[in-house]
């Protein structure tokens, strides 16, 4: 696919494009909400359709707030294979609806790609039309093919496909779907070639097959990154236990930035068997919620010198019975820093508030 221009504007202040987003994060979030609370889910099943509805209901809230101008800060570069999995998990009640399933083709295994909160909205929206188009209990294929400096993600389904005279003008408003307005691929593909990719389709025998073309991040991309501002958290080893992809990879970007070694785990599980050896400790009360006492417990005893700071939704302090550094969602970086800068040097407990002269910038 030859690579296009990028269109002027930003199309993340779109509000067509930005409603249509929203509506897919709501889509899935219903979906979930309906699961948890199914009469035979056990504890374990509801707290998990809850961590997606709190991700989804995230989402949309920033998709909403940088729609009407705020300044929200973008995701950062992201594990490839976390976001085709996040996407997967994330729709898989709405794939089990109509009996179907996704099959991934392809190594993607340590590659990296900018802006992953993105790649995972189109991604999201390409599934959910396959769904909608391809017959029930149907295969819908992702295949990836990794480049020197770009990947190529093909969705492909077995639906009717698209003719040859609509394969623009789909991306252009033009929808047959029941329902459907034309604004999803338009605004996906503004989004592609906004990042320096683009979204097209390919030629396909069976159904619809789309192509997105997506940069990817090499080793030297973070180091060169990390160079301006290495002076901040240069040598620290920070563990970050956070269960919202979208946020670990915007954590991970922004520390390693500013010279941090980051680990990064997504629930209890993984804080068990990743703890050791870490300066300091990001812990996000999400993932532990269910056992605040026992999950603080094995990191004192497992990280006993480790500096703690707490991310939390609350507005107003730390559950009862915890006492550190924390800092409220939604948050910048800089108050991230900035609480890690303060509970390494032992400073009393209580909110963390953005300081560009130690953080360095505030997104």
Not at 86 to 115: C, M, N, P
Not at 167 to 183: K, L, Y
Request: glycine share 10%.
């Amino acid at each position: 696919m030859e690579r296009q221009k990028p269109e002027s504007g930003d199309p993340r202040r779109n509000l067509e494009g930005a409603l249509h987003e929203v509506s897919n994060a709501l889509t899935v979030l219903l979906g979930w909400i309906a699961e948890a609370r199914a009469p035979d889910a056990t504890k374990e099943d509801a707290e998990h359709a809850m961590r997606i509805v709190e991700q989804r209901a995230r989402l949309a809230r920033d998709l909403a707030r940088r729609a009407i101008g705020v300044a929200i800060p973008l995701s950062g570069e992201a594990s490839l294979d976390e976001v085709l999995a996040d996407v997967e998990e994330s729709l898989r009640l709405e794939l089990a609806r109509q009996g179907h399933h996704i099959r991934r083709e392809g190594d993607t295994a340590g590659v990296r790609v900018k802006l992953g909160e993105d790649v995972s909205q189109i991604l999201t929206n390409l599934a959910l039309n396959a769904i909608a188009y391809a017959p029930p209990n149907s295969e819908i294929c992702v295949i990836a093919r990794v480049g020197d400096a770009s990947v190529e993600l093909e969705v492909r389904d077995e639906g009717p496909g698209v003719p040859e005279d609509r394969r623009e003008s789909v991306f252009e408003g033009d929808t047959q779907r029941e329902g459907g307005a034309g604004v999803g691929l338009r605004h996906a593909r503004a989004m592609a070639r906004t990042a320096g990719g683009d979204l097209g389709l390919v030629a396909s025998q069976d159904g619809a097959a789309f192509r997105l073309t997506w940069p990817r991040l090499e080793a030297g991309d973070r180091r060169m990154r990390s160079m301006p501002k290495l002076s901040v958290l240069g040598g620290a080893r920070v563990f970050v236990l956070e269960d919202d992809l979208d946020v670990t990879g915007l954590l991970e970007s922004a520390l390693s930035a500013r010279g941090a070694e980051v680990t990064l785990a997504r629930t209890h599980k993984e804080l068990a068997a990743r703890l050791d050896n870490h300066d300091a400790i990001l812990v996000d009360l999400s993932p532990i919620q269910h056992d605040l006492a026992g999950a603080m417990a094995l990191v004192r005893r497992q990280a006993p010198n480790a500096a703690i700071v707490f991310i939390t939704g609350s507005a107003e302090s730390l559950p009862e019975g915890l006492e550190g550094i924390w800092v409220r969602k939604p948050f910048e970086i800089a108050e991230i820093v900035s609480a890690l800068l303060r509970a390494r040097s032992g400073a009393e407990s209580g909110p963390a508030l953005a300081d560009s002269k130690v953080s360095g910038t505030g997104t």
